[in-house]
């Protein structure tokens, strides 16, 4: 089972960042989205789809669609530039993957 | 303030086993409400959820790596660990634990532990 996510995306500082994970099995399984900077440990953003744990930024959001799931990122900062993981699960919660990653460039 | 540190050797040669350890400060490993995970990451690739572990020793593994993998647990030290067989180049990456929360997700992390792999 795999996680789908584009190697990339660029933003203008400002604008509106959507990152998107995509995988079958993520209409029965929630999904979680990861911040991580260069050399350091990822940082949890996104918890069941849609919450966010106390501390993180309220411009960081995110939505489920069917087999679909997005995190958005408004009015991008050039301290939000990293690399951005989904993770969930396989159909049954037996066990647990992550996308490959996403590269956020601020311009 | 919980906090998780990796600690083991840096290099392996290929064909042995890779053992590290976690320590968890700030917190006991004897909780209901938490798994104990290790995930690993390649240089420049994505994240690889390779295990986790109940306080009790009750482990879940990646199907993949199953065959390799062996996680333990020891309440008195704090600690959780684990065992990587027969490494080859492939298995050389940075290696996180970090403390799992069902449906809340990997919400601690430790700062990761860069292993190689060369004879």
């Known amino acids: 089972y795999e996680l789908t996510q584009s190697p990339s995306v660029s933003v203008s500082p400002g604008q509106t960042a959507t990152i998107t994970c995509s995988g079958d099995a993520l209409p029965k399984q929630y999904a979680y989205w990861y911040q991580q900077k260069s050399g350091q440990a990822p940082l949890l953003l996104i918890y069941k789809d849609t919450e966010r744990p106390s501390g993180i930024p309220e411009r960081f959001s995110g939505s489920s669609t069917g087999t679909t799931v997005t995190l958005t990122i408004s009015g991008v900062q050039a301290e939000d530039e990293a690399d951005y993981h989904c993770q969930s699960a396989d159909t049954n919660g037996t066990y647990v993957v992550f996308g490959g990653g996403t590269k956020l460039t601020v311009l | 303030q919980v906090q998780l540190q990796e600690s083991g050797p840096g290099l392996v040669k290929p064909s042995q086993t890779l053992s590290l350890t976690c320590t968890l400060s700030g917190g006991s490993i004897s909780t209901e409400t938490y798994y104990w995970a290790w995930i690993r990451q390649p240089p420049g690739k994505g994240l690889q959820w390779i295990g986790s572990i109940f306080y009790s020793g009750r482990a879940y593994y990646n199907p993949p790596l199953k065959r390799r993998v062996t996680l333990s647990v020891d309440t008195s030290k704090n600690q959780f660990s684990l065992m990587l067989t027969s490494v080859t180049a492939a298995d050389a990456a940075a290696y996180f634990c970090?403390?799992?929360?069902?449906?809340?997700?990997?919400?601690?992390w430790g700062q990761g532990i860069l292993v190689s792999v060369s004879s």
């Open positions: 970090a403390r799992e929360v069902r449906e809340a997700g990997y919400d601690y």
